[in-house]
Each structure stands twice: as structure tokens, then as C-alpha cells.
């Protein structure tokens, strides 16, 4: 296995407007477009100096294409999933967004109109619009550095759900998150047949069970939290089942929609005593860019010899973030976890989902090269 990494990205970066037409067209001499950005990301993180480095998800909308990749959802209109907050407005005219973002369709505002992507026919036998891993054969082709590809955790499949139009195709969510395992594995494995040796999964479904409000929600709609996350957990594990050999990583996201919004409020420690030891992969990502976020104490419930990634620069805007500050909160973390199981990165993506985060092209490289300087001066 390669050195273990200490400054990383999450995955995605800025995607001009030409980028995203190109996408949404996805016609051949698009692919030039999308492919020369793409190029342009590797450069861009090589140059950083960051240890590990994606794609920049610009062949997606979004962070996650589901919707967009099989033929068995269906949009229904006023389904309200997540509670975004902060953040520049989004215009009414953008409220629908992209398919495939944070929340309905790259926007997911509870309330703000606009469908949402919900699951209407068996994903066994869906027609096929694309593959999920497509692109990193191209990746790997042109990267100097150590790859990786991020996928969406099985278990945010659940936000695709409904009880009301679901059940005519599926007897219940788990049966239906099942088969979407089972079509992400498909992927996984043909990334290892492309050689990709890291492979992370982005889940903020985790998240949003840190948040107050959400947990009453879902009591109030008769759901049990606890027991949807005791299954997610075990079919997220499953993924990787009989794989040795690569590092695995889950990202618990807490809400990067468009133009710096979240949806999730409330410490990690909502969620690590019933999640974080039952883990069993080799990296988890958890975002600490905020007050939000709660303190180090869950790191006391992940597992001995996984690397906790602590997200502590923000993507949600340009503001300069503090060498000095970041270090201290690293020997924090320190206290909790030992420093050789602790890597750096930045809270999140970049562009999540259309209309990107309000952080200019300057302030991302800034970022990602400070992630990979102060990796460099704290663990070399």
C-alpha cells in the first residue's frame, strides 16, 4: 500500500459555466471541454502539493449522478428532504436546480418548490444513462500523483425514497438501498480492474442525523433514526466486502449545497457511539470547519488504526483561513486520536452542486495549498 496520505482533497472543484453546459449536453465534442478541465484540475492539485487528488467530479452536475445515471426515479413536486440554511439566495428561477445535488435536484431546500428525484421502478433491470466510475481511466492516464474517485455512499440513496410512491416497486427501503449496493459494487469493481487503489464513499445522510431538527422530523413521520442508521452503516461496510488491498474512505458530510449553504447542526457525538466503531473503513472524513460541527470527543469512538481526515478549511467562501489556528486544532485533535492517524483536508468540495460555493478560483488554490503545507510541517 502507498504512504499513507496527509493532505487530500474531498473531491469536487470549481466547474466553470462552460463546463457544466458541456455536461449537460454530454454530447462528443463536449467531452474535449470536460476533458481539458479535467486536466486542469489534476494541475491544479499537483501544483498544491496535496497527497491524493480527484477529478474534480467536473464530469458530473453534481456530487452524486444517480438520478441522472439510471432510469428508475421520477420526479414528484414539494417532497422537502433537508433544511438548508446559510448561504447567498438562491434564485427562485434556480430553486429546481441540477438532478443529482445535495438535496431535490442540487438544491434541496425544505419548502423552496421544486421536485425531487424519487424511486419509481426496480434499479435491477433500470435502463443505463452512464456509469458512475466514468472518467477515471482518463484520470489515472494523465495524474502524476496518487488518485482516488469518490461515489455516493449507498446509504444517501434512502433521500431518493418515498413511502407514498415507492412501495408499489419495492416492499421497503432497505430492499430497495440492497439493490443499489449491489449497482455501486458493479463500479467498484471495475475501478480496481482500472487500478484505482482509493475509492471514497460521500455520505451526508450521516450528517443530517447530528441535527436536532431533523431527528424530530423523522419522529414525527414515525421513522426510526436509530435503527435506518444501525442498517446504513452495515450496507455501507458491505460495499467492500471480500476487498483487500485498498483504502476506503467515508466522508460524513454536514450540508455543502449551492452557494455555501448546509443542512446539518450538531456535534458528531449524535451519531459516533452507535456508528463509529461498527465502521470498518480504512479513512473517515468528518468536517470540523465550524462551531456547527461540535468538538473532538467523537474521535473517541472510531476505531484503533483509522485515520480520521479532519475537514477544518472551509469551502463556503473565500475568507483566509489561519496556519496557526489550523495547527492548534490538529494537536487538539491530537489529544483524541494519535497524530499518525490523523491526515488534513478541506471541509468539503468546492461545487458540491450548481451554483458552486462563493470562493474564487485564487481562494481555492489558496486552500488546497495550504492544506498540503501545513501537512507537510506538521507530519514530516
Not at 446559510?86 to 438535496?103: E, K, Q, R
Not at 428525484?117 to 434499479?123: E, K, L, M, S, W
Not at 481511466?137 to 474517485?149: G, V
Not at 484503533?304 to 485533535?333: C, F, H, M, Y
Request: include cysteine; aromatic fraction near 6%.
Amino acid at each position: 500500500m502507498p504512504d499513507e496520505p496527509r493532505a487530500e482533497v474531498v473531491g469536487s472543484l470549481l466547474r466553470g459555466e462552460a463546463v457544466l453546459r458541456a455536461v449537460r449536453r454530454g454530447s462528443l465534442a463536449d467531452q474535449t471541454v470536460i476533458n481539458d478541465a479535467v486536466r486542469d484540475n489534476i494541475r491544479l492539485q499537483e501544483e498544491a502539493g496535496v497527497d491524493v487528488i480527484t477529478d474534480g467530479e467536473a464530469r458530473r452536475l453534481g456530487w452524486v449522478d444517480t438520478p441522472r445515471l439510471l432510469d428508475c426515479f421520477a420526479v414528484y413536486e414539494g417532497r422537502g428532504a433537508l433544511n438548508w440554511r446559510g448561504g447567498a439566495p438562491v434564485p427562485s428561477s434556480n430553486a429546481s436546480g441540477a438532478p443529482g445535488g445535495t438535496g431535490p435536484g442540487g438544491v434541496g431546500r425544505q419548502g423552496a418548490g421544486g421536485g425531487y428525484p424519487t424511486v419509481v421502478r426496480r434499479v435491477t433491470g433500470a435502463q443505463r444513462h452512464g456509469d458512475p466510475i466514468d472518467g477515471y481511466e482518463f484520470l489515472a492516464r494523465h495524474a502524476r500523483t496518487r488518485t482516488k474517485f469518490t461515489l455516493p455512499a449507498p446509504s444517501y440513496h434512502r433521500r431518493y425514497w418515498s413511502a407514498e410512491h415507492s412501495t408499489a416497486v419495492y416492499d421497503s427501503p432497505e430492499e430497495y438501498l440492497t439493490e443499489i449496493r449491489d449497482w455501486l459494487r458493479e463500479s467498484v469493481d471495475r475501478l480496481l480492474t482500472l487500478g484505482c487503489d482509493y475509492v471514497q464513499l460521500d455520505a451526508p445522510n450521516y450528517g443530517s442525523l447530528c441535527d436536532p431538527d431533523t431527528r424530530a422530523r423523522m419522529a414525527a413521520e414515525g421513522r426510526d433514526a436509530d435503527a435506518e442508521l444501525a442498517f446504513d452503516v452495515d450496507l455501507d461496510n458491505s460495499l467492500f466486502d471480500g476487498i483487500k488491498g485498498v483504502t476506503t474512505a467515508l466522508h460524513i458530510c454536514r450540508g455543502n449545497g449551492p452557494r455555501g449553504m448546509w443542512h446539518s447542526a450538531g456535534g458528531y457525538a449524535a451519531i459516533s457511539g452507535a456508528m463509529f466503531p461498527k465502521l470498518r473503513f480504512g479513512r473517515l472524513l468528518l468536517e470540523y470547519d465550524s462551531d456547527r460541527a461540535g468538538d473532538f470527543g467523537p474521535l473517541d469512538d472510531v476505531a484503533d488504526g483509522t485515520t480520521v481526515v479532519l475537514g477544518l478549511l472551509t469551502t463556503k467562501s473565500d475568507d483566509p483561513d489561519d496556519a496557526d489556528a489550523v495547527r492548534q486544532r490538529i494537536t487538539e485533535a491530537a489529544r483524541r486520536k494519535p497524530l499518525e492517524e490523523l491526515a488534513l483536508s478541506t471541509q468539503c468540495g468546492f461545487a458540491s452542486a450548481p451554483p458552486a460555493n462563493p470562493v474564487s478560483p485564487e481562494g481555492q488554490r489558496a486552500k488546497l495549498e495550504m492544506v498540503a503545507r501545513i501537512a507537510r510541517r506538521v507530519w514530516n
